[in-house]
């Protein structure tokens, strides 16, 4: 059973306009939540995280939003740019968990088209 | 610093054969790891390494093994390739207590079995 769900694998969107990509969670011990960015032939790179004593985290075009009551969040992207067009994986932890380990969901591909 | 390197990048296999996979971070890490990914299934973890000599498994360790002899290297071991372990390899390195439990991952490895 995946702990962690990310229920649209792709998303097309134009450029400068907002993307929004969501994350469901079922386990209540996570604590900790991070999207990561992958291109093609390319390893993920870290892109934002957020704690789950806050609701939002801000960094730059890239907002993330968590709705603990729900156990979901969401990657805000805003504008969106070509070089935006990736996969987009949302991952999590618990606190203290045994060695920082991640639950990773399925991706989401997302497009932006110029 | 290369940061987390992967050797080799690309391999395939007859059903049968083994191989070691390497991976190699510079960053003085504790905590290593080993995933696959295969399509829609995001990144599972296959076992993970809290520091040198030590290993333990994830969400999918059979059919695998792996050494941690040395702080920097972390080896991902097939003694008898199946089909169903073709797909892309992952290694990541982190450090207790990073902020967000943040992994920092190498370019990948693919493996196409036969």
Redesign the interface.
Same mark, same amino acid.
């Given at each position: 059973d995946q702990q962690v769900k990310q229920n649209s694998p792709s998303l097309s969107v134009q450029e400068g306009r907002i993307s929004i990509l969501n994350c469901d969670y079922t386990n209540s011990m996570f604590d900790y939540f991070l999207w990561y960015k992958k291109y093609p032939a390319e390893g993920p790179t870290f892109l934002i995280s957020i704690s789950s004593i806050k609701d939002k985290n801000e960094d730059g075009r890239f907002t993330v939003f968590l709705n603990k009551s729900a156990k979901h969040l969401s990657l805000h992207i805003v504008p969106s740019q070509p070089g935006d067009s990736a996969v987009y994986f949302c991952a999590a932890s618990g606190f203290k968990a045994a060695g920082n380990k991640l639950t990773f969901g399925g991706g989401t591909r997302v497009l932006v088209k110029p | 610093n290369a940061g #987390?390197t992967q050797t080799p990048k690309f391999r395939v296999l007859k059903t049968g054969q083994s191989m070691t996979l390497l991976c190699a971070q510079d960053m003085n890490h504790e $905590?290593m790891?080993w $995933?696959r990914q295969d399509p !829609?299934?995001? *990144?599972? *973890?296959i076992h $993970?390494? #809290?520091g040198e000599g030590t290993t333990?498994k !994830?969400e999918v360790p059979d059919g695998y093994n792996v050494s941690r002899l040395k702080k920097q290297n972390f080896l991902l071991g097939l003694e008898s390739a199946a089909p169903s372990q073709t797909s892309v390899y @992952?290694c990541?390195s982190?450090w +207790?207590g *990073?902020? !967000?439990?943040?992994? @920092? @991952? !190498? +370019?990948?490895t693919r493996l196409t079995v036969l």
């Open positions: - | #987390v $905590y790891y $995933y !829609g299934m995001g *990144l599972r *973890l $993970y390494s #809290v333990a !994830g @992952f990541a982190s +207790p *990073l902020s !967000g439990n943040e992994q @920092f @991952f !190498g +370019p990948g």
